[in-house]
């Protein structure tokens, strides 16, 4: 008795990125980043839990996006370091803009002046 099998032809995935308007990776049609899957992962939690956390997401489009992280890190890395940049540099123009460096202090002035 021979067992013959037929080969397994096999496909690559390609993870479901897409880029928004600020130059951010969303998964899929969602409006979830890269960067919060990543955050999760990387801070201890596997997809299933990811899945939990995000319903929006499918547990395939999770584990895409885990492998292309690893098989790419070097590139997401990058692309996560510029994203933290871009965030530092966001927040410290809307605090200038803002005056909220002092806004601590103004509040109970501004409370007081008010008879709050």
Do not use: W
Request: proline share 4%.
């Amino acid at each position: 008795m021979s067992l013959t099998t037929t080969p397994i032809k096999f496909q690559a995935t390609i993870p479901p990125f897409r880029y928004d308007e600020a130059g951010g990776i969303r998964i899929a049609t969602t409006r979830v980043t890269l960067d919060s899957i990543l955050a999760c992962y990387q801070n201890g939690s596997i997809p299933e839990e990811i899945a939990i956390q995000f319903s929006v997401l499918s547990l395939e489009d999770i584990y895409s996006s885990i492998t292309y992280y690893l098989t790419h890190r070097r590139e997401i890395d990058t692309y996560l370091e510029q994203r933290q940049q871009q965030s530092q540099q966001l927040r410290q123009q809307i605090t200038e803009k803002y005056k909220l460096g002092d806004l601590r202090n103004r509040l109970p002035a501004r409370s007081q002046a008010t008879g709050n």
